[in-house]
């Protein structure tokens, strides 16, 4: 008796685990299939070297690079918030900090994440931008540095988080060796404990990174709609996701050139946070060798 | 030597002044009426021991009799242990380095120490032993240099790594990284080296090796070194000491401790019949 039903129960779980899998092939597929269609009207190379992206206007323009920058830009901003934030607090609670008070500050922080991403949007716009504006003259309404700016805050326990589990997983015997040596603490941390868990904060960073390029409602709100192939944070902007959102909500026609677009700047997206996360997953599988 | 005492200034290039020039005793540490504990649990009772200058002295016992926190205790490391606390004295150089005034990484300059398992940074060899001179503020490359040949010459390293000095110390074998790690501890030329274990993860020929190496390193350091291998202590020490639950139950010269124990205990465990 018991085992047919655990049998079934096995039978259960593989088929939820195809259905996950064949969901995901099924999205692949049809990513693909627009795509091929809407290059099959397009030239790659336009799409790739064309400075501007005007699908909707009269004057069709079907250059990526304008999205790209945005989202680039708007990542970027992210990463320089996040990256320094992250790795000090993630230093700070693993190296300085009591237990007691790294056990109440870390759900506090992960809090941050799970925020959700409209109110992040919402905050930007009405709160972030208009306070930049009284040191920064020349800052528009929307901008990539204030859409930026939050979505670094969201990404910071991503970054603190995982550096932290890399700090924390580097042995004891080599801040031993360091003590032992004569190094002070702070001699410690920097010139052992962090360069031995480089990798591990590399893979938290780039994980971050992937989470930002991919995030959708804060840019859509507060880094504005107007592709533009510039580096200037302080101008409206317009990211892959962004552009994404404009037009599955607008009027445009499903079956028309303009609305394969968003599956072609989708695709754009998708391959590269699957070339980040495999970069990361590539790395922390290297980096768990080290110590085993 | 008083510079424990006074914070030194980071720029100062290390010569032996400790063991030239203190002349006061011939005991590089002593301790007196020393106990410790780890939070209400006593590890240590009333020790009182001197550790002779440029000599080896071993510490043997069963396990958990002390030997590590002893040696641990010469060196402040167990200040990274919560809850652990000593009373009594402990002079090193004349200096009770439990005082309050007492800069630890002064001190640790000055007792440099090696582990049981070979830990090297994972950075590159040359890196590994330049790592004690950098910290201390010396920048000075040929200086460093010829401080990283001398270090790795003396652990007989030098002829096995000198044309891959760049490479990271993970790539050596078990005996090598403890050679270098005893060349790192060797760099910033402290007064004392202690060895918790130092050869107990590795195989017989690398054990030989260092045993050697103590035989050389004499000359210029106190050397005190823990360990479970007999034979060991016999050969490379010149004093002995035998702990039992957390006393020194017998310090003599190794000599006599290993051809005439005057205690019961030690003869049991020497010989090898100890419950
Ligand atoms: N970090 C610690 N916290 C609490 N108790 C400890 C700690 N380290 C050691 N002890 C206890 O102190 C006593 C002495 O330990 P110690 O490590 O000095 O022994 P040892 O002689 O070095 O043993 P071994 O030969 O196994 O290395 C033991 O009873 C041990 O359980
Ligand atoms: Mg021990």
């Known amino acids: ?292 | 030597m008083t510079e424990i005492l006074s914070k030194k200034k980071k720029k100062k290039k290390k010569n032996k002044t400790s063991v030239e020039k203190s002349v006061k005793s011939n005991f590089i540490i002593s301790t007196e009426s020393l106990n410790a504990y780890y939070s209400e649990t006593q590890a240590l009772f009333d020790i009182n021991i001197q550790i002779p200058k440029l000599a080896v002295t071993a510490f043997i016992g069963p396990s958990g009799c002390g030997k590590s926190t002893l040696l641990r205790v010469f060196n402040r490391m167990n200040d990274y242990i919560d809850g652990f606390k000593t009373e009594g004295k402990v002079l090193v150089d004349d200096t009770d380095i439990y005082a309050k005034n007492i800069d630890t990484e002064t001190l640790r300059k000055n007792v440099g120490m090696v582990f049981q398992k070979p830990n090297p940074f994972p950075k590159s060899i040359y890196e590994n032993v330049a790592f004690g001179l950098k910290i201390q503020g010396i920048n000075d490359k040929s200086f460093i240099e010829h401080r990283i040949e001398e270090s790795l010459k003396q652990v007989a390293l030098w002829g096995e790594v000198k044309d891959k000095m760049k490479k990271n110390a993970y790539g050596l074998s078990g005996g090598q990284q403890q050679r270098l790690c005893i060349a790192r501890t060797l760099a910033v030329e402290p007064s004392v080296v202690l060895m918790d274990e130092p050869t107990s993860a590795l195989d017989p020929i690398s054990t030989g090796r260092i045993e050697e190496l103590l035989f050389e390193l004499r000359n210029n350091y106190s050397i005190v070194i823990v360990t479970h291998n007999m034979q060991q202590a016999a050969r490379i020490s010149d004093k002995t000491a035998f702990f039992w639950l957390g006393k020194i139950v017998e310090y003599n010269d190794t000599k006599k401790i290993f051809t005439n124990p005057k205690n019961k205990q030690t003869e049991n465990y020497i010989s090898g019949h100890f419950g």
């Open chain 1, 1 to 292: 008796m018991k085992k047919s039903s655990e049998k079934i129960i096995e039978k259960l779980l593989l088929s939820s685990a195809l259905f996950t899998i064949l969901t995901t092939l099924l999205i692949i597929a049809i990513l693909l299939f627009e795509t091929v269609k809407f290059f099959s009207e397009i030239s790659i190379i336009d799409f790739f070297t064309d400075t501007e992206w005007t699908p909707l206007f009269d004057d069709k323009h079907f250059g990526i690079l304008p999205l790209l920058s945005g989202t680039f830009l708007t990542s970027m901003v992210a990463t320089l918030i996040a990256l320094p934030v992250g790795l000090v607090i993630a230093i700070y609670l693993n190296e300085y900090s009591g237990n007691k008070f790294r056990k109440t500050i870390k759900p506090l922080l992960e809090l941050l994440a799970a925020v959700p991403t409209v109110i992040y949007g919402f905050f930007a716009l009405v709160i972030v931008t208009p306070f930049l504006q009284q040191f920064i003259p020349g800052l528009a309404g929307f901008s990539s540095l204030s859409a930026g700016i939050v979505m670094g805050i969201m990404i910071i326990p991503y970054v603190s988080s995982l550096s932290e589990d890399a700090l924390f997983a580097v042995p004891k015997s080599l801040r031993e060796a360091s003590y032992g040596m004569g190094a002070t603490k702070f001699q410690t941390v920097f010139k052992v404990t962090l360069p031995a868990a480089s990798s591990g904060v590399i893979v938290a960073v780039i994980l971050a990174i992937s989470r930002a390029i991919g995030e959708t409602m804060i840019v859509a709100i507060a880094a504005g709609q107007q592709p533009r192939l510039t580096l200037n944070p302080l101008v409206p902007v317009e990211t892959i996701t962004a552009y994404i959102v404009q037009v599955s909500l607008g009027d445009v026609p499903r079956e028309s050139l303009e609305y394969t677009t968003i599956f072609a700047a989708g695709i754009t997206l998708f391959i590269f946070t699957l070339i980040l996360n495999n970069i990361s997953f590539w790395l922390r599988n290297k980096f768990r060798e080290k110590y085993d």
